[in-house]
């Protein structure tokens, strides 16, 4: 009996051995492809962050983009180790970076997160605290009777939106303010009273001097306490006092002198950024008086974006003053240079607006979100990069043009344009030099042979031109080609963008201020590339070289982006575009866009209340006491 039992039990140990490689199997083919399907796939126990370590990159080459993208994994992996799995640790986190309690309401928003499946890391949202912590220097009853003033505004009462008789009834824009009002009834029954002024031009308009900045957030700064949980209030202050005085318009010391924008710009920069030293350039400037001949501080081996953070930022380069339309002549140009409340959808990095997801995102509207479909499998699309788009970027005239970006990023991608100024043609390419361009380390032929390489695989084009003053025929209809530009541009068809899904590469630059396709394209199944000077809500949470692929606002690094990944590199190009929609439909969803939103007006309701200081969620260390 006993050697029975002893051979039973050795059958038994051997069939477990030999079973442990086929489970192994069955295991890793079940693995889902995408770093972020690992990621978001895990149930972690008693509500603990777990460290997650993603696939490896599979690049095997000395290339300086490949050492990129496997930089970038490492990264993300160790911001998605950080990720709240339960209210205690969201509120842990956030005292660990903000130095001060969560607000009032942070509970009912982070069930809220949960309960809409989205990925909380607290690192996400530091553009909120960014954007916020310089009202923390400002009287909060200034700032709430400044925002009752304004007459574009989101108006929170008893929980429901409100309208005031004194409020524009037909304000330019109202498809922003509509939407955007869908969006906070989402979240009305957990919001307090508030007024939230918005933005419905394209351009941000609201830049204060650094110095002023620096003053406010040194106060905010001061004024963070961690005090103790028995001293909270968690009740709002009534908003009566607002409403029932006789309303106060409140009129920002607006500016309109878009000619000279370069000096308020400037003047928002720290003292001894390089912007600061520099004045704006004459619109009859040649653009070779201002491209760069070379690398920028924020690349590195081989002339390749490191820090995308520093590459949207125009108080380190100086010469975007001559190579960005914001900078050159904006198109609608009304700016304050002191600190009041708004909200906006994009801005500069030095822009004071409090930024929110931009009503476009927002929007159904096919030119923006491409509709429903996304694209086909890699395979079947076309191996070429795509752009279509109208010139704008600002007020285009004669005497201006070649200093506007998608005027260069077209002719720069233009395979004739790009023939003639190789050839010497003189005035062939006024938007755009072949100097720093020519200092990467590219596998296509450079002499005389550019041109062609970019005809293989470019096509972009305008499919209307954009003049100032605009130019009508003798119908009155607004012309779709400009005198002085004609020349050098040739009109393209448009192309929708679930046509422009059919190409691998998607690239996007800016026009009067962000583009509203970038979210379309990063839920593509293409790869997106991406150059801005603006800043955006969900910057915090994509991952350059991860997600999408960052090039420079000169340009001067596409042709060898491009050459890398159409030189022996497609299956890194797939796995960007693959890794990016992926992430870009567990992040960048309606529901993320509410929740980013909420957590932000929880942090504005405090900041503009006489109380803020003692203003506070502490239902967890109430709880940690008692257990």
């Known amino acids: 009996m006993v050697l029975v039992a002893k051979a039973r039990l050795r059958y038994l140990v051997i069939a477990c051995v030999a079973t442990i490689p086929v489970l192994y199997f069955l295991l890793y083919q079940a693995l889902p492809d995408t770093f972020s399907s690992v990621v978001s796939s895990h149930s972690l126990p008693n509500g603990r962050p777990q460290h997650v370590t993603p696939p490896p990159a599979k690049v095997n080459d000395s290339h300086p983009i490949s050492g990129l993208i496997e930089d970038a994994y490492a990264s993300f992996s160790q911001l998605l180790a950080k990720r709240s799995w339960s209210l205690a640790y969201a509120a842990a986190r956030y005292r660990e970076l903000r130095g001060r309690h969560p607000p009032p309401g942070f509970d009912q928003w982070f069930e809220a997160a949960q309960s809409n499946g989205a990925i909380i890391v607290e690192e996400f949202f530091d553009r909120i605290h960014h954007d916020i912590n310089p009202f923390w220097g400002v009287n909060p009853d200034k700032l709430r009777r400044q925002a009752r003033g304004l007459p574009h505004a989101i108006r929170v009462r008893n929980g429901k939106i409100a309208h005031f008789k004194d409020d524009d009834p037909d304000p330019p824009r109202k498809d922003r303010l509509e939407l955007w009002e869908k969006l906070v009834q989402d979240m009305l029954p957990h919001l307090p009273d508030l007024d939230i002024p918005v933005n419905l031009l394209d351009e941000p308009r609201v830049l204060v001097p650094w110095e002023d900045i620096a003053r406010n957030i040194a106060k905010e700064r001061t004024s963070r306490r961690l005090f103790p949980p028995n001293e909270a209030v968690a009740e709002r202050t009534s908003f009566s006092d607002v409403d029932t005085d006789p309303p106060q318009p409140f009129e920002p010391e607006w500016i309109d002198d878009r000619h000279k924008y370069w000096n308020y710009v400037s003047r928002a920069c720290p003292p001894n950024s390089p912007a600061r030293k520099v004045q ?88 923006y979100s491409g509709g429903t479909k996304h694209g086909g499998p890699w395979a079947e699309k076309k191996d070429a990069l795509v752009w279509r788009g109208t010139a704008s970027g600002g007020r285009n005239q004669e005497g201006n043009w070649w200093h506007y970006q998608r005027h260069r990023f077209v002719q720069m991608l233009n395979g004739s344009a790009v023939s003639l100024v190789q050839g010497g043609g003189s005035g062939a390419g006024p938007t755009f030099n072949l100097k720093a361009a020519n200092s990467y380390n590219v596998s296509a032929p450079h002499e005389g042979q550019l041109g062609p390489w970019l005809n293989k695989w470019s096509d972009v084009g305008f499919n209307r031109l954009d003049c100032w003053p605009e130019s009508h025929d003798w119908l009155g209809r607004l012309r779709l080609n400009c005198p002085y530009t004609d020349p050098f541009f040739k009109l393209v068809g448009s192309k929708p963008m679930v046509e422009q899904y059919n190409y691998k590469f998607l690239p996007d630059v800016d026009g009067n201020s962000f583009s509203a396709r970038w979210r379309g394209f990063l839920l593509s199944t293409s790869c997106p590339l991406k150059a801005t000077v603006y800043a955006e809500w969900h910057d915090d949470r994509l991952m350059p070289w991860l997600h999408f692929v960052p090039f420079d606002n000169t340009f001067m690094d596409i042709y060898a982006i491009m050459d890398y990944f159409l030189d022996g590199h497609d299956a890194e190009a797939q796995r960007i575009a693959e890794e990016g929609q992926d992430w870009a439909s567990k992040v960048l969803r309606r529901e993320d866009m509410m929740l980013y939103m909420w957590r932000l007006l929880l942090e504005y309701a405090r900041v503009l209340d006489p109380q803020r200081d003692r203003l506070g969620f502490v239902g967890d260390l109430a709880t940690d006491a008692s257990t």
């Open 280 to 367: 704006p350039i004459e619109a009859s400037t040649p653009i070779d008086d201002v491209f760069p001949t070379g690398p920028m501080s924020y690349m590195g081996d081989g002339g390749f974006i490191t820090n995308f953070t520093q590459a949207q930022d125009p108080c380190l380069q100086p010469h975007l003053r001559g190579m960005h339309g914001t900078f050159v002549e904006p198109f609608s140009m009304v700016t304050a240079t002191k600190l009041f409340p708004f909200f906006s959808g994009s801005k500069l990095p030095i822009n004071n607006e409090l930024l929110i997801p931009d009503a476009m995102y927002l929007s159904s509207e096919t030119r």
